[in-house]
């Protein structure tokens, strides 16, 4: 206990030494992690500032406009300055946004007019109305009941909706309308040049008005000119005209018309100068379909903006976008300003902020991220900081990549490695040494009770046979035979077994006194491997005789010829160890199995097999221990010394072999000597 303790009170002293200089790294950490927190408020705070100078921006700007539309350079140069700024929102007090993005696909606005016609009276305008619809209906008739693509009208019927049309193109009201009938009836005939005249009249006439449905007429003689023609140019320059504005028109049909003339360019094979230029369009139709999108999701929100509005900025997120956030106030004639923002514009502003923290780790950053969302299995998170009311629903936080190493960990890494490598090497090779002297006074326990049993176990084993010798020497001596020649030989018979019996046990102590000393010899010759087994058995089976144990000897084929270079005494011993061990433990109701065979390429082996208990699997490494026994031997009363499985394995080995062991609980057990075969 005094060792003990000498071991263990340094082995404290060091530990509370170790925890002191962890305690002191514990408030370095508490330290930088206060920075970390100053330096999230200060990334939000220059983010705040940011956005209120956008939105400032945006006010003046559409101050400055009074009241219209802003010029598209003043808004370059506002997006330029203030990225945030990219998409300014002005919506009026009634709810209606005023502005929300320019709209690419229509140049000049679309006035909502009627169309001036000049009437010579208005009974005539009906007349001509009817005239209209009627000529609509023979058209129809034309084709009725055909099947698609094979309409062969009749000539006569044909003439007869050309003059019908022909009579009313040249009057204001109806001149449009007759125009594109006549161009129609071109196209059934299948005279496409006649049809592109027609669409030609037509733009020349009517362009610059409107049809019903607010499509240029313009729009719409180029539209039909280039389905009459099929030409690929024509088609790719009317789609060149919708995207880039040169056709007015209500954005929704303009979108609707490009998508149509995209899917008829997708059906032609093209150039690849003339593939790079649609490909060209459609990223401009795309940015346009994005445009009219962001406005009909504004005016979805308009009403919950222009109620939630007050003087000071506010924000609240995009009901249609999870990562876009709509910042607002109102100005003092009663409209709402406002600019739309995405998380990435306000990330790239907090990545840019200056993080100050003292020599900062190089892979430490800000981000913005969403109150109550997950946090990112990517991201390790140092301090978290809000926008209060203008953005109640962002955070900033201080975060690092979980792939590079955690500068926290570096800081405590770096002051208390060499601390704590010493004050932990120390414990260690105490605890070790602590570790040692226990197991070592458990193992001189445990071979002092071993060597006690032993002592015993080997009295009680010499003692059997001395007294067997003894008692048949006496009968002799005394005559008890009475001359009779069988008695006499059976006695001498046992005096001469259980003398062998004697010299077994007394071989196996002097076996184990020498391998202990390192002074054990063998003389090593070539024998028959089934020769020595036989021998074994022989000597066993006489050693036995006139008891209930039965050998069962059997050679393999393959193995009757095997040689092997071993001493062959020390081999004999080793199998008279196993079967004795057999016959002890394997019961008297089955017997013993002896078998010669060959392992593997260039071995043999020599098995002993019983039908005993059998050996559970957590003491088979156990019993080639020295003086070892399992509790079942004990409770058993089965005599035994623990020496001789001992004895076999060191025996085997030293002579190039090995011995393997092949049980389990209520299958009995199998051990194996395995000689390497002599070399021929």
Not at 1 to 8: E, F, K, Q, T
Not at 220 to 231: E, I, K, N, Q, Y
Not at 273 to 287: F, G, I, M, W
Not at 538 to 546: A, C, N, S, V, Y
Request: proline fraction near 4%.
């Amino acid at each position: 206990m005094l060792s003990i303790g000498a071991v263990l009170l340094p082995a404290a002293g060091l530990a509370f030494l170790g925890a002191g200089s962890y305690r002191s790294d514990r408030g370095i950490v508490a330290t930088r992690l206060a920075e970390h927190n100053r330096a999230a408020q200060s990334v939000a705070g220059a983010v705040e500032h940011e956005l209120r100078e956008a939105l400032s921006a945006v006010a003046q700007l559409f101050a400055d406009s009074g009241g219209d539309r802003p010029a598209p350079e003043a808004l370059d140069q506002l997006s330029a300055r203030y990225p945030m700024a990219a998409h300014p929102f002005r919506v009026g007090a009634d709810g209606r946004v005023r502005y929300a993005v320019t709209d690419p696909l229509t140049v000049a606005p679309v006035q909502d007019v009627e169309p001036s016609f000049e009437f010579t009276a208005p009974k005539a305008a009906k007349r001509r109305r009817r005239q209209l619809d009627e000529a609509r209906r023979r058209e129809l008739r034309l084709c009725a009941g055909a099947e698609r693509d094979v309409c062969a009208p009749d000539e006569t019927s044909v003439a007869d909706v050309r003059r019908a049309y022909a009579a009313l193109a040249g009057f204001d009201d109806t001149g449009p309308a007759a125009l594109l009938g006549v161009a129609r009836v071109e196209r059934l005939l299948g005279d496409t040049a006649a049809a592109a005249r027609q669409y030609d009249r037509l733009n020349k006439k009517f362009g610059a008005r409107l049809d019903a449905e607010g499509l240029g007429l313009d729009f719409v003689a180029a539209l039909g000119r280039s389905g009459a023609t099929d030409d690929t140019q024509e088609l790719l320059k009317v789609y060149r005209g919708v995207v880039t504005g040169g056709f007015r028109g209500p954005p929704a049909a303009l979108l609707a018309i490009g998508d149509m003339l995209r899917r008829k360019l997708g059906e032609r094979e093209l150039s690849s100068t003339t593939a790079a230029d649609v490909q060209s369009l459609d990223d401009q139709l795309e940015s346009a379909r994005d445009h009219a999108r962001f406005r009909t999701e504004l005016e979805s929100e308009a009403d919950a903006v222009v109620r939630t509005a007050i003087e000071q900025p506010r924000g609240r997120p995009s009901l249609h976008h999870d990562d876009r956030t709509l910042v607002y106030q109102r100005d003092a004639s009663g409209d709402v300003i406002g600019i739309v923002v995405d998380d990435s514009v306000l990330d790239a502003v907090a990545a840019h902020a200056t993080i100050p923290i003292g020599a900062p780790d190089p892979t430490t950053r800000a981000v913005i991220e969403r109150v109550g969302a997950p946090p990112s299995a990517e991201l390790r998170t140092f301090s978290t900081a809000g926008f209060g009311t203008l953005m109640p629903h962002l955070t900033v936080s201080i975060v690092n990549d979980r792939s590079m190493p955690d500068p926290l960990d570096e800081i405590v890494r770096e002051r208390g490695q060499r601390h704590l490598l010493l004050t932990g090497g120390l414990v260690a090779l105490l605890l070790l040494g602590v570790w040692a002297t226990v197991r070592s006074a458990a193992r001189e326990r445990e071979l002092a009770r071993l060597k006690s049993d032993f002592v015993s176990t080997v009295s009680h084993e010499l003692k059997t046979p001395l007294t067997s010798i003894r008692m048949f020497g006496e009968m002799l001596q005394q005559g008890v035979a009475g001359g009779d020649r069988e008695r006499e030989a059976h006695y001498q018979e046992i005096i001469v077994r259980e003398s062998e019996r004697l010299g077994l046990l007394i071989a196996n102590v002097l076996d184990y006194s020498q391998i202990e000393r390192g002074i054990r010899r063998y003389t090593l010759e070539e024998q028959s491997a089934v020769e020595v087994a036989q021998e074994a058995v022989d000597t066993f089976r006489r050693l036995r005789e006139g008891e209930r144990t039965d050998v069962v000897f059997e050679v393999d084929p393959e193995a009757a010829r095997t040689r092997v270079n071993v001493d062959s005494a020390v081999v004999v011993q080793s199998m008279l160890n196993l079967l004795a061990n057999a016959a002890k433990y394997g019961g008297q109701d089955h017997p013993i199995e002896a078998r010669v065979q060959l392992a593997e390429a260039g071995w043999v082996c020599l098995s002993v097999r019983d039908h005993g208990p059998g050996i559970p699997r957590k003491e088979q490494s156990a019993i080639f221990r020295e003086f070892y026994r399992t509790a079942e031997a004990y409770s058993s009363g089965v005599e035994g010394t623990g020496l001789g499985l001992a004895l076999v394995k060191r025996h085997v080995e030293a002579l190039g072999g090995r011995v393997e062991l092949d049980s389990a609980v209520g299958r009995g057990a199998t051990f194996s000597i395995v000689l390497p075969e002599a070399a021929t």
